[in-house]
């Protein structure tokens, strides 16, 4: 799959067109000389404010300079203007659960030993398909620490194109020791099974010193255990990220203090939860004010990942998807015929069975969970790469979550502010402001009053202050 880092001479116009609108404002500051302005849209921030019409957005390197309007902030001569009119400015995306190292096959316990030799390039490629897609930021929740570090760092140098990289690193489960997995390397490495709090502290240490930047826990959790993972990772500044599958085990990591609870809506599948279980869930147990692990006094930060279901009965109904010829163009040839080949029986894979039964009952939980109070937690994430579920997912998830009752406005703040603010970096990114880098996406439209626009109509993607444009029908052929 191509991807176009725009020439600016290609689709600017020159700031002479504007110079009888602009006002007199400077837009130079001591931080630094602007070199790209962005002219003429609505602004939505992502502080879910007001939006600004006819707004004007300088960039200066990788760093927003100002922000303001045609009529307050004036545009040098000399930098490059990019027209705007009639588009809508968004903070850059963020997929707050996904897997570089995961395609959508449809063994995914098989998948990474049997493509370990071609690990660096099939998540450069999944990277590359993020970034096109308007994903700007990217939290991995699970995978090869070592050569996901060494991914981050290419695209931090430069080297190759992709989001910020947010990493987990080796999962960590309850169970008998594994002695050794610290010394692994590769796709193949299974993370720590620990079974007292010294296995455990150790094992949050040893992550976060490889390289990781938030901690990821599986299983049925004894409460004493998961507190002492928790409280490691607390005491280093990172939060904790959990899957559950039940309520019981969803209810012990609220109760440890686990940060960020992931599926809760896939737990007990075919149940609903009690009035008392929603109220946990949102007010929590010991809610934090401070920190990558707070969220305004409330319970964990959720984030419900629907399209990981969701995947199996689009798949299974539209088997025509995997023969799209950019769909092809994305992996080397072995790893598109692999996924083609685990792919031709979709009802048969384990963890899709009962999806048609499933999707809707999570949908029920999702919107009762919004009416109860708990809108301000939730944030977008999709298990991007999981069985079926191709990279990338995001923006069907942002329009699940619309349906199930958050506003659009609160859609947008999902994937973009409310995830930096989740994962600890809000004063960086997640929003467009004057200081913050330049990660942002303009779209075709007004996705306040048609979400759909996120979905099919991304014109470009700015991330670190570098422009880049999608291929034709990139957009559509994902979705």
């Known amino acids: 799959m191509g991807i176009k880092k725009l020439a600016l001479s290609s689709l600017v116009t020159l700031s002479v067109a504007f110079g009888g609108i602009l006002g007199a404002a400077s837009a130079n500051t001591a931080d630094g000389q602007a070199t790209i302005a962005l002219v003429g849209a609505r602004l939505i921030d992502g502080h879910g404010g007001v939006p600004i019409e006819n707004a004007v957005v300088l960039i200066a390197g990788d760093k927003i300079l100002s922000v303001g ?99 987990s690193g080796p999962i960590i489960r309850q169970g008998k020791p594994s002695p050794g997995w610290e010394n692994c390397s590769g796709a193949s490495c299974v993370g720590p099974y620990v079974s007292n709090a010294k296995e455990a502290r150790s094992a949050v240490d040893h992550i976060l010193n490889s390289g990781a930047n938030q901690i990821k826990v599986y299983g049925f959790w004894d409460l004493d255990l998961l507190t002492e993972v928790v409280k490691a990772a607390h005491a280093r500044g990172v939060g904790v990220d959990a899957d559950v599958r039940h309520v019981r085990a969803y209810l012990t990591a609220v109760e440890a203090g686990v940060d960020r609870l992931h599926h809760v809506f896939f737990a007990d599948p075919l149940v609903d939860y009690s009035d008392e279980e929603l109220r946990i869930m949102i007010r929590g147990v010991k809610p934090a004010a401070s920190g990558p692990f707070a969220n305004i006094l409330r319970g964990p930060y959720i984030l419900p990942t629907v399209q990981m279901r969701e995947a199996y009965v689009r798949a299974r109904n539209y088997p025509e998807m995997l023969d799209h010829p950019q769909f092809k163009a994305q992996y080397s040839e072995s790893v598109y015929n692999h996924i083609r080949e685990t792919w031709e029986h979709p009802g048969s894979i384990p963890w899709g069975v009962g999806a048609d039964q499933r999707v809707p009952i999570a949908k029920e939980k999702l919107r009762r969970f919004i009416e109860f109070g708990g809108r301000d937690q939730i944030v977008a994430g999709t298990d991007a790469g999981s069985p079926l579920n191709v990279h990338s997912p995001l923006t069907r998830e942002m329009r699940n979550l619309h349906e199930a009752g958050l506003t659009a406005m609160e859609v947008i703040q999902s994937a973009t502010l409310r995830a930096a603010e989740m994962q600890g970096v809000s004063d960086v990114v997640g929003s467009v402001k004057a200081g913050k880098y330049a990660d942002l996406v303009i779209v075709d439209g007004d996705p306040l009053q048609d979400m759909s626009v996120v979905e099919h109509r991304i014109v470009l993607i700015i991330k670190n202050g570098e422009v880049f444009q999608p291929e034709k029908n990139f957009q559509e052929n994902n979705h």
């Open 69 to 167: 309007t045609v009529d307050t902030l004036a545009v040098q001569d000399g930098i490059k203007v990019i027209n705007v009119n009639g588009m809508t400015i968004l903070p850059g995306l963020w997929e707050s659960h996904g897997h570089l190292f995961h395609v959508g096959e449809g063994d995914p316990n098989h998948f990474p030993g049997a493509f370990a030799a071609q690990s660096k390039e099939v998540m450069a490629a999944v990277a590359k398909i993020n970034l096109m897609s308007g994903i700007t930021s990217f939290r991995d929740t699970g995978g090869p620490l070592k050569e996901q570090v060494e991914l981050r760092q290419d695209i931090e140098a430069g080297r190759l194109p992709g989001p910020r990289l947010y990493l």
